[in-house]
């Protein structure tokens, strides 16, 4: 069982950045492969940047590759998103989560633990 705490969200202006955190209890995070995936009002919840197990091995979504940047600490239990040059369409309620299988996942069900999320907000 594993369970998760985003934090970081908040207001920023257009090319601003903004760093999320998410912080994992139990023993096993470096099990995990852990994603960051957001949901903007309207929308369905998309998948955003993806890191394997020791992070040496990441995967990102188009629309951020290049901006964001996903990192975790083994040490710390905690996974990271830094996001860079934000856009007013980054405007969404960021979640983390945790999955089992060894390789990144780009489809929300196939992930077994979630965070309650943190908003992040763009203005143009």
């Known amino acids: 069982q594993v369970q998760l705490v985003e934090s970081g969200g908040g207001l920023v202006q257009a090319g601003g950045s903004l760093r999320l955190s998410c912080a994992a209890s139990?023993?096993?995070?470096?099990?995990?492969?852990m994603g960051w995936f957001r949901q903007a009002p309207g929308k369905e919840r998309e998948f955003v940047a993806g890191?394997?197990?020791?992070?040496?091995?990441?995967y990102y979504a188009d629309s951020v590759k290049g901006r964001f940047t996903i990192s975790r600490d083994n040490v710390k239990n905690t996974v990271y998103l830094q996001m860079n040059s934000l856009k007013p369409e980054d405007t969404a309620v960021y979640y983390c989560?945790?999955?089992?299988?060894?390789?990144?996942?780009?489809?929300?069900?196939?992930?077994?633990?979630w965070g309650q999320g943190t908003q992040v907000t763009v203005s143009s």
């Open positions: 139990g023993r096993t995070f470096s099990e995990y492969v």
């Open positions: 989560a945790a999955d089992r299988a060894p390789y990144i996942k780009t489809t929300l069900y196939e992930y077994d633990y």
């Open positions: 890191i394997r197990r020791s992070g040496g091995n990441t």
